[in-house]
């Protein structure tokens, strides 16, 4: 089982791996226009503006030799965009294709840059409360007051889901028992080794020194669904993250003990195979 009732220490938890998981993710930042002509093959089957094109017009072309070509390929100037991108919006005549226009314009040596006015759309990630059957436990995802608790107490998952749930892209060490991913909520968010070079296809164990992936006593399970069980499937419970790659590397024996030594090493091998977060839920009691 997954989910822990022991509600101090799943808070501390998830809120630090919720601060870690979620710096690799990518920001919806805007991104500044290339210098670049796009045109033809490059924009097909994306949805656009009808009747829009935008173009970006080199450093000192005239207004001249800007109307010379609008009116070769039959645009008309709408207006320059707000702000110092220096892209200008053009009206297409008649049924004019927006695709073939650009690609036309794209050969003009005055256009640094054109392509149709494509759409945009919101992120399909969900805001909504997931299907997972267990959810309603996580209180530090989503507290509503459940069991007595205080409402809004949690780490405001559900805000961030709104922005992403997470993705392949997010490589995250588990150094601790091991992970049994068996599990069906883990099954789909194992880390595969895209050079494996002693066996170590989904990460190694430091306690049998192979790389045969296991989980004698459920604690390294237990910490991976807590950072990434897959959210939403009907299953269990749901992580912080819904999609992640999880690469078990086993420092802690079936007692829950290991040393430094094989952490080094661990967290050297997680370093070095790429993974962006490290978690370590284990101490020392060691000066």
């Known amino acids: ?54 173009i970006r017009f080199k450093e000192g072309v005239s207004d001249s030799d800007k109307g010379n070509a609008a009116t070769a390929h039959r645009v008309r100037r709408r207006h320059q965009l707000r702000g110092l991108s220096g892209v200008e919006k053009f009206e297409l005549s008649g049924n004019d294709d927006a695709q073939s226009v650009a690609a036309q314009l794209a050969n003009d040596p005055n256009v640094e840059f054109v392509e149709p006015n494509f759409l945009v759309t919101k992120d399909q990630a969900s805001s909504t409360l997931p299907n997972d059957p267990r959810f309603a ?34 490589t995250i060490a588990i150094v601790d028992g091991g992970v049994d991913f068996s599990h069906p909520d883990l099954i789909n968010n194992e880390w595969s080794n895209p050079n494996p070079t002693n066996g170590d296809a989904h990460g190694w164990d430091y306690i049998t020194d192979s790389g045969t992936i296991r989980d004698d006593a459920g604690h390294g399970t237990a910490i991976a669904g807590i950072i990434a069980a897959q959210g939403n499937n009907g299953t269990g419970i749901s992580g912080v993250m819904w999609r ?4 078990s590397l086993r420092v802690l024996d079936g007692t829950g003990t290991g040393d430094v030594a094989d952490a080094v090493e661990a967290i050297d091998y997680a370093v070095s195979h790429g993974a962006q977060v490290i978690n370590i839920s284990w101490g020392t009691p060691a000066e």
């Open 1 to 54: 089982m997954l989910f822990s009732s022991r509600r101090n220490n799943l808070l501390t938890a998830v809120a630090l791996l919720f601060v870690l998981s979620v710096i690799p993710c990518a920001s919806l930042l805007p991104r500044a226009v290339s210098a670049r002509a796009v045109g033809g093959a490059a924009g097909q089957g994306k949805a656009h503006r009808q009747g829009e094109i935008l």
């Open 244 to 247: 992640a790659k999880l690469m």
């Open 137 to 170: 436990e996580e209180w530090a995802i989503n507290n509503t007051g459940q069991n007595g608790g205080q409402t809004g107490s949690d780490i405001g998952a559900m805000e961030a889901w709104a922005k992403t749930t997470g993705g392949a892209s997010t």
